[in-house]
């Protein structure tokens, strides 16, 4: 399991930078909503792999139970990463209806003349 | 405990909804809540700096102990920095009403609530992952704020910044996940406790988390090779927001601070002299990086936001030592730098909006030429490090904690000659705009040609918030003395980690 878990978390994480690395604005949102799952599963590693254990104590059971934090830290995590997203998916739209051209990158126009600052 | 604690943080996140929820058709109203919440915020940031002069004080969320709880702490280091950050606050807040920046675009006032929301709560927390929540709300508020009033250019650099953000944001909770694997806990203090007694010969994932997170706060205070972001950020926001966000580097300068001095710091031999060999070189590059920029650029903007590197970098530099003379020394030029970038973007601002395009090119002098060029002089001389102000008492006095042998050419040559180039640039940008543009004559208007559109005069609405900001630049010049005297004792105090620890964790009483 500790396998599977770690080569998906690289797997993703890989998938995740190169498609940043795209320079394209729809291909950024699906980099980081990749990295974002890559993360979430990472932290939830991060208490220890534990299968069939409650994240809570129980008086009922043989006294096993699985950290129950790195779950409260994923779903802020994941929270957060949602609403990052539809910023960001609103943003790309916004620069996208603009400019007409979703690359992120600027071309360089720090010449005089050009560019407006107001 | 002390309730006062948590107010600075509540307070806007109160007003802001109030504000954007029912406030949002009535500018006035919205403006009027905005100052008031603001005025509110600093009397509150006052109360705190003079409740702060003893031991660290623990806020415990909800009654539960550290640290299995969310801690605020307050201390010397964050209730200065609450009100550096409040009074920053006021004086962009009215220009940027006095302006009307603020009616160009939707939620102004709300969003700059939450910032302050997220940036207040940042300098408070003694959680890391706490800190994670509120540097992702004071990021997300700056997302809006960046692209405040739209425009092509100002859309596309919006867009790069919020990527560039969360794929640092998601660098900080991977570093958050080998963190807490590694040691269990989260809380700032625990942690100091627990990596003091930490094996050097099982550290390698700590030194992993360490460097994680020196390289996330490294991309918020804007280091090489972290810094491409700032140019076409600050100079694309508009210029009350990138006055704003003069503080948001030093929150990743604080957060290198608190967590580097307190968690991985001096005598930590897990992850000893990591952050120095990492710091140093890095900032001596940012000092040459943001001088060679306000050489280069041919806008008054990216002028502005280069030279705000090149203070990003002399801050950095001073930081890196892990020195408390140093630490003083760094804390002093960040109260300086954080006023004298916003002073600077405030008055390219009024200048820019009667020129029509901040081009560096030479066209006819605008109105009240005299004025901006003496507020651009005053603010260009306290940038760039000259006396009278206290720009030239900052680089002093980190000059003079930077003296070990072995980094002391490096320093002393990065800060000299990028205090010269910067110099060059500020004095070419001036004489292009303020000196020249004087002997232009305006071409004669035909009969026939519409009138030329004058632009409204700056009204004393405008000038006094820079002016402010200048007299606050001016008393720190003038109170030098007890104010480094003040800032010693905080140094003092951040590097006491036992007396942290024992005040967080009240341990206090049984020792």
């Known amino acids: 399991m500790e396998f599977i878990v770690a080569s998906s978390v690289g797997a993703l994480t890989a998938a995740g930078i190169y498609l940043i690395l795209r320079l394209r604005a729809f291909a950024s949102i699906l980099g980081l909503a990749l990295l974002s799952y890559a993360v979430n599963v990472f932290l939830f590693a991060s208490g220890r792999l534990a299968v069939d254990m409650p994240p809570i104590l129980s008086k009922y059971g043989n006294g096993g139970y699985t950290d129950p934090l790195p779950q409260a830290l994923v779903l802020t995590a994941i929270v957060i990463s949602f609403g990052m997203t539809a910023v960001l998916v609103m943003v790309a739209l916004g620069a996208y209806l603009e400019s007409d051209d979703d690359r992120i990158d600027m071309d360089g126009d720090d010449m005089v003349g050009e560019g407006d600052a107001t | ?511």
């Open chain 2, 1 to 511: 405990m002390n309730h006062w604690i948590i107010a600075p943080v509540v307070l806007p996140a109160l007003l802001a909804p109030v504000i954007g929820f029912v406030m949002r058709h009535d500018i006035v109203l919205a403006r009027t809540a905005s100052i008031f919440g603001t005025v509110a915020l600093f009397a509150i940031a006052i109360g705190l700096f003079v409740m702060s002069a003893g031991d660290p004080q623990a806020y415990y969320l909800g009654d539960w102990p550290a640290p299995f709880g969310i801690v605020l702490v307050l201390d010397r280091l964050s209730a200065m920095m609450v009100l550096l950050t409040s009074v920053l606050a006021l004086i962009v807040l009215l220009y940027a009403v006095a302006t009307g920046w603020d009616a160009r675009g939707r939620h102004f006032h709300a969003l700059f609530q939450f910032q302050l929301m997220g940036i207040v709560g940042a300098f408070l927390t003694g959680d890391i992952f706490n800190l994670f929540v509120f540097f992702e709300i004071l990021l997300i508020a700056s997302y809006g704020l960046m692209i405040h009033s739209g425009g092509r250019e100002r859309m596309r650099a919006g867009l790069q910044y919020v990527i560039i953000n969360l794929a640092g944001s998601t660098l900080f909770l991977f570093a958050l996940g080998v963190l807490y694997a590694t040691t269990g806990t989260l809380n700032i203090a625990d942690l100091a406790q627990k990596l003091q007694a930490y094996p050097a010969e099982d550290a390698a994932l700590v030194r992993v988390a360490a460097m994680l997170l020196m390289i996330v706060f490294a991309l918020k205070a804007a280091l090489f090779p972290l810094q491409f972001w700032l140019p076409g950020t600050y100079a694309n926001a508009p210029a009350p927001v990138a006055a704003l966000f003069a503080i948001m580097t030093k929150v990743g300068a604080y957060a290198i601070l608190r967590v580097h001095t307190v968690v991985f710091g001096p005598g930590v031999e897990a992850t000893d002299g990591l952050a120095q060999t990492w710091l140093f070189p890095a900032a001596i590059v940012t000092i040459a990086v943001g001088a060679i920029g306000v050489l280069g650029a041919r806008r008054l903007m990216p002028l502005i936001a280069f030279s705000v590197l090149g203070s990003m970098g002399t801050l950095m530099a001073a930081i890196s030592a892990f020195t408390p003379q140093a630490t003083t020394a760094a804390l002093y030029y960040l109260i300086h730098s954080t006023f004298a970038a916003a002073v600077l973007f405030l008055v390219a601002d009024m200048v820019v909006a009667r020129r029509k395009s901040d081009s560096l090119a030479v066209q006819a002098a605008t109105q009240q030429n005299g004025l901006f060029a003496a507020l651009f002089f005053a603010a260009a001389i306290a940038m760039a490090g000259m006396p009278p102000l206290s720009g030239f008492l900052g680089k002093l006095l980190v000059l003079d904690a930077l003296r070990a042998p072995e980094i002391m050419a490096w320093v002393w040559t990065a800060i000299l000659i990028g205090s010269l180039m910067t110099i060059v640039g500020f004095a070419r940008a001036g004489s292009q705009l303020f000196w020249k543009s004087v002997s232009v004559v305006p071409e004669e208007a035909g009969p026939d040609d519409p009138l030329p559109e004058v632009p409204p005069a700056a009204g004393v609405a405008e000038v006094a918030p820079v002016m402010v900001a200048i007299g606050v630049l001016a008393t720190v010049t003038v109170l030098a003395g007890p104010l480094t005297q003040y800032l010693d004792q905080t140094t003092a105090q951040l590097f006491d980690r036992d007396g942290y620890v024992s005040a967080v964790l009240g341990t206090a009483g049984e020792e």
